[in-house]
Structures are given as C-alpha cells and as structure tokens.
C-alpha cells in the first residue's frame, strides 16, 4: 500500500494517505512505516497533545479489501442526488479507520462542508478536547462519522427523509470497520443507532452500556455543539462520566490503550 504523508484537510494534522482514496490516517499508524519529518517539506510539527505510537494492526486486517470497498461507497456515494441547498462536499469519516471505537455525529457543518474533513470547526475542537481530555486517546486513534454525509443547510438539525437515504452508507461503514465500542453524539445519532423513535431524549439513553445485536457496544453522549450552547459544569461532568464508562467498558474488553 503507497502512503503520502501531508497534512490533513483542516491544515492542522499531519496524516498519512493511502494512494487510491485519500483516507485519512494517523501519522505513525502504519505498523513498520518509517516516517521522518525530512519526507515532507517545510515545518513538521504533531499535534502538542497527541503523543502517538506505532499502534499493533491485527493480523486478519485486509488492507486491500477495505480500501477497495471503502472506494466503492464513496463513489457512490458521491452519485447519490442531494438538494440544491446541501453542502455539495462529500464528508465521509476522519481519524483511524481501523480503530476499536468510532464516533458518529449527526452531520457536517459549514467548516466540514468547506474542507472535506468531520467535525474541524467548534463542536470540532470540542469533541477534540473530549476524546483527549476525557477519555486521554488521541484523536488520531480513532473513527469519526456522521449519520449525514453533505452538509443540510444552515446547519440544521436533519429530517427523517435525509437520514434514511444516507443510512445504509453509514450501515455499510460501521460492518465494514467493526469497531467494538460507538459513541454517539446528540439525540439523532443515538437514536439511529439504538433504533429510538427520533423523538427521543438524549437522556434517556445516557447513563448506561447498550449492546447491539451485532455484539458492538454503544455509549450516548451529548453533542459537543450541545456542550458549547449549554454548557455548565453538570454537563460537562456528565461528558466526562460518559467518557469514563468508555474507557472502563474498552479496559474491561482489553482494548484499552490500543494506540501504544
């Protein structure tokens, strides 16, 4: 598999990139890839919070395969017909694709519309500094996504229609990438996840480990976006109990810390 190390989308991150689909990885994921900050030029300088190692790639890991299929949704979902109002950037996932723990949101936002890229703006930087303080993984190491792959306009919340189009994509990511453990951020995610009547509380599925009939375990939480509009210190206190539970849940599979 041919690599191209550059910096991600965002401009923030240095990623490695596959040669055929331009997928996102972490710097320094490729077991046995020798990476210097001499193979790109200019000034190189990793994320002062992420402190990433070699992570241990299973062996039954068939690089080929997903990237091939991974393409295969992309193209198509790059023919699908979206409104005139959507955002007309295909945002497909960021971070690790191999990773144990995947994160789904509900949709881009005008900053993911503009560089390709899942959750970069404010709710972005949020979740970052969730994912690194709360649960102490570095974003790179794991899987981000959304229910909706364009941006609906005006960042509003999205419609019932909208999901199910986009849903068997999202099907298809998460059978395709296996994680063990899903987090999901806001009542739409979680409710699509959990198979809930859209119309149900974020709340009433926080607090406790669901498991799905596919053996993948799911922690609700709130969206980072609901944090920033809301916040107070009760509700970030509960972010970081539902990050907790995760790490207890993933130390208690043997998963955790997968990154070292």
């Not at 198509?76 to 694709?97: A, H, N, R, W």
């Not at 799911?218 to 809301?230: M, N």
């Amino acid at each position: 598999m041919d690599i191209e190390i550059k910096y991600g989308p965002s401009k923030k991150r240095l990623c490695l990139y596959t040669d055929n689909i331009g997928q996102v990885l972490p710097l320094d994921y490729i077991e046995n890839q020798a990476i210097t900050t001499s193979t790109v030029a200019g000034k190189l300088e990793k994320p002062k919070k992420v402190n990433m190692k070699t992570v241990e790639i299973p062996e039954n890991i068939n690089f080929g395969a997903i990237e091939q299929l991974l393409q295969s949704e992309i193209s198509e979902i790059g023919q699908l017909s979206i409104p005139e109002d959507f955002g007309k950037t295909l945002v497909y996932m960021g971070g690790c694709p191999y990773s144990p723990l995947m994160f789904i949101g509900e949709a881009p936002g005008a900053d993911e519309d503009f560089h390709g890229e899942p959750f970069i703006g404010l709710a972005g930087k949020k979740l970052t500094e969730i994912i690194e303080g709360g649960l102490r993984v570095p974003r790179e190491a794991v899987t981000i996504c959304n229910l909706l792959k364009h941006r609906p306009p005006d960042n509003r919340n999205p419609k019932t229609d909208e999901i199910e189009k986009y849903e068997i994509y999202l099907e298809n990511q998460i059978d395709l990438l296996k994680p063990a453990v899903i987090i999901t951020l806001g009542k739409f995610a979680t409710n699509w996840v959990l198979n809930n009547p859209q119309s149900t509380a974020i709340k009433a599925s926080r607090g406790r480990v669901h498991e799905l009939d596919t053996g993948i375990r799911v922690v609700a939480t709130y969206h980072p976006s609901y944090l920033i509009r809301q916040y107070s210190v009760q509700n970030r206190r509960a972010i970081l109990k539902d990050m907790t539970m995760v790490v207890d849940l993933l130390t208690s599979m043997n998963l955790y810390p997968w990154w070292i």
